[in-house]
């Protein structure tokens, strides 16, 4: 557990060679070298690899263990198990297990703690302009924000195999921030709500975010991936995960959005209706 410094604690972060490794390393092999770390009045010890590790968790707010085995440690599950066993004893990581199908079927999902977050955001060079989450969402939820970490990975590998890099992630939670309060000022205006001042405030607040206004809404992606292109270009794509719960209307107002759409593979089955007017394709992962 995550324990208060002492002034040996204190010597131990300053000794000479606990520095971390300054060498070049692959980014798919990040250290696994623990060193002290100090936090808000504790110390951590904590690995490159666990770190990165961290970052995927709080920038996606909530993940699935199976899915970080998987992606992150390649299916190693001693590794993973030992890191998240790690992070979640020094109170940095939490888990929980969501169960579905009346108690048949167990799904655990893992989020940074308020004090994984703190000390993510304190380390900076991990960050950038990312932001990061801690907290579980409202249960119902789960699983559908879980996937979008998923989603995330076949889109970031189409991205990075046509030469472009992935500066950062940006979920609704952000995008509804920047969007929300703004619009609200403009409502609190007496008269606003179907005014033409109104809607121009609301095409300058879709203009400003990169969003388009769809009859009348601003809709919101699930998520936002931004990058640079092979040629050093800023650019971005918004990604949309559609449910069965989505039908024609639904997304034809998404597709007008200029959303790319994703649905975990079989998932949608045939629920959706034909609709020769939607013209978005749906890929899979």
Do not use: C
Request: aromatic letters at 8%; a positive charge; zero cysteines.
């Amino acid at each position: 557990m995550d324990r208060e410094m002492g002034p040996i604690d204190r010597q131990e972060m300053n000794r000479p060679g606990t520095e971390p490794d300054q060498a070049p390393r692959s980014v798919d092999a990040p250290s696994r070298d623990r060193r002290p770390m100090l936090g808000r009045n504790y110390a951590y010890f904590l690995s490159q690899a666990e770190m990165e590790t961290m970052k995927d968790i709080g920038r996606f707010r909530t993940i699935a263990l199976d899915d970080l085995a998987q992606i992150r440690y390649h299916g190693n599950q001693g590794q993973n198990s030992e890191d998240l066993r790690s992070l979640q004893d020094q109170g940095l990581l939490a888990r929980r297990t969501i169960w579905t199908g009346g108690r048949q079927h167990q799904f655990t999902v893992l989020v940074l703690t308020e004090k994984g977050k703190a000390l993510l955001e304190q380390e900076g060079q991990h960050l950038g302009q990312q932001k990061v989450y801690a907290g579980f969402v409202k249960p119902r939820e789960v699983h559908h924000d879980a996937a979008i970490y998923r989603m995330y990975q076949a889109e970031a590998g189409k991205i990075e195999r046509s030469g472009g890099r992935i500066r950062r992630v940006v979920l609704d939670y952000e995008l509804k921030q920047r969007v929300y309060r703004p619009l609200a000022k403009a409502r609190a205006k007496p008269g606003a709500l179907g005014s033409a001042e109104y809607a121009k405030a609301q095409a300058e607040v879709a203009r400003a975010n990169q969003l388009r206004v769809v009859h009348g809404k601003i809709l919101l992606p699930d998520l936002r991936i931004e990058y640079d292109t092979a040629n050093g270009e800023r650019a971005h794509v918004d990604l949309e995960l559609a449910t069965h719960h989505y039908r024609g209307a639904s997304l034809r107002a998404k597709a007008e959005a200029g959303f790319k759409m994703y649905a975990p593979q079989g998932s949608l089955g045939g629920s959706i209706p034909y609709d020769p007017e939607h013209v978005a394709e749906i890929f899979s992962f």
